[in-house]
């Protein structure tokens, strides 16, 4: 197993090339099982999810080939000889769960094991399901699998209780090859899931309302391959952005629309970071102003997301002041706090809102990965801290980032990954 050794205290300086999202790469390489004809996404980030994505596809039957440097990738989805997803592949990645609609709508019936993922709140699927039994599914749960089964689905209209970008993505994709018109209300609206809609619409489906809470999905044409580049990831974008500005550093992220990250920026803006932007790139400038501590509080887009929660909590361990960052979306997300104590943060924890004074100086320790977005945080306090911290599982980060360390060297951090 993996661990990263971080010796903090350097500023990062420089420019980092964003890769594309996970978050959307995921479902469209989902949305292939869509058509009988060849899809390739371009700008596809090298990481775990995406490996365990194109495990998943390829138990169904679908080819999938990557480039040389795991850029793009090529999916067909001609020929499926099953349609159930095994718990073996899903119980490590909750955005499995992705292909429950893609799967019925095509074959007319799916077997999906209950997903698995980060241990950061429950995240039920019953909002998925409702949906498809709208559409005309029949659904069940046994033995940990989702079986759904419809000689043909057809249009409803769907409203969502609370948002879910999964669930938003599962039954567009659904909606697409079903007959008739489907409206989604109060549907998701992160870049992710625009993407995606971007995405089918270039195969052939017509749907309007993308990056709004409404969604209106005219179904029932057959679908087309398609080339697509995934978007930039905000969320690696965010990570860098945060870590530039914790070590007082100067850095570039390239690859990315400042628009997806608005909320964020304005936070960054008001804690006393410089920032400077372009079309697709955002930049944290050296500044000898003094960081302030600001309250957070996590929304779905457009606020700030939950998944820079942990990132800018690490921050603000460092800014001078209060801060009251309030977690909304998931129950579980402050496992990261307890490793930061261990490092001399000043945080204390009710209930769903954390308080947070600075700046406290950390020292570096051996903390412990809790989930994808924790590890991120740990890595950033670790490039403020004096002395060493040894990060361990690491593989928790491999999820969704892309040689983040080979990333922070190039920026000027000390920061190694070795076998434990």
Do not use: W
């Not at 996970?22 to 700008?43: D, G, Q, R, Y």
């Not at 390829?58 to 499926?80: M, P």
């Not at 530039?244 to 970071?273: C, I, Y």
């Not at 996590?298 to 801060?323: R, V």
């Amino acid at each position: 197993m993996d661990i990263l050794t971080i010796r903090g205290g350097k500023s990062l300086r420089g420019e980092v090339l964003v890769e594309g999202a996970k978050n959307a790469a995921l479902p469209e390489m989902v949305a292939a099982l869509l058509t009988t004809e060849p899809v390739t996404l371009e700008n596809v980030p090298n990481v775990r999810d995406i490996s365990t994505m194109a495990a998943l596809l390829r138990s169904f039957g679908v080819r999938v080939e990557h480039d040389a440097e795991g850029r793009r990738l090529s999916l067909r989805a001609e020929d499926l000889h099953t349609r159930r997803a095994s718990y073996n592949l899903v119980r490590t990645m909750r955005a499995s769960i992705l292909t429950l609609g893609a799967l019925l709508a095509r074959e007319g019936r799916a077997e999906v094991s209950l997903p698995g993922g980060c241990a950061i709140g429950t995240r039920p699927i019953n909002l998925h399901l409702e949906g498809l039994k709208k559409l005309g599914a029949s659904v069940a749960v046994e033995h940990g699998y989702v079986h759904a089964t419809a000689k043909r689905l057809r249009g409803a209209e769907i409203f969502f209780d609370t948002k879910t970008v999964t669930g938003t993505e599962n039954l567009m994709m659904a909606a697409s090859l079903a007959e008739g018109t489907t409206v989604l209300q109060n549907a998701a609206c992160e870049p992710e899931v625009s993407d995606l809609a971007e995405m089918l619409g270039a195969m052939g489906a017509h749907i309007e309302g993308a990056g709004t809470d409404v969604l209106t999905i005219h179904g029932g044409t057959p679908l087309r391959g398609v080339e697509h580049r995934v978007v930039g990831d905000r969320i690696v974008a965010g990570t860098f952005l945060a870590a530039a500005a914790l070590t007082r550093g100067a850095v570039r992220t390239a690859g990315v629309r400042p628009a997806h990250l608005r909320a964020f920026l304005d936070k960054l803006h008001d804690a006393g970071v410089r920032l400077e932007e372009a079309d697709d790139a955002v930049a944290v400038r050296p500044s000898d102003d003094t960081l302030r501590a600001r309250d957070m509080v996590t929304q779905p887009y457009p606020g700030i997301a939950t998944d820079l929660q942990a990132q800018y909590m690490a921050l603000m361990t460092q800014a001078h002041g209060t801060a009251v960052i309030e977690e909304t979306i998931f129950e579980n997300r402050f496992m990261h706090v307890s490793e930061l104590l261990r490092m001399g943060a000043d945080i204390r924890l009710d209930g769903s809102t954390a308080v947070v004074r600075g700046p406290t100086p950390l020292t570096g320790a051996h903390v412990m990965a809790t989930d994808l977005r924790a590890s991120a945080s740990l890595v950033l306090a670790g490039l403020a801290a004096d002395d060493e911290t040894v990060v361990h599982r690491v593989y928790h980060l491999d999820r969704g980032y892309e040689r983040i360390e080979e990333k922070l060297r190039a920026l000027g951090a000390d920061v190694e990954r070795r076998e434990e």
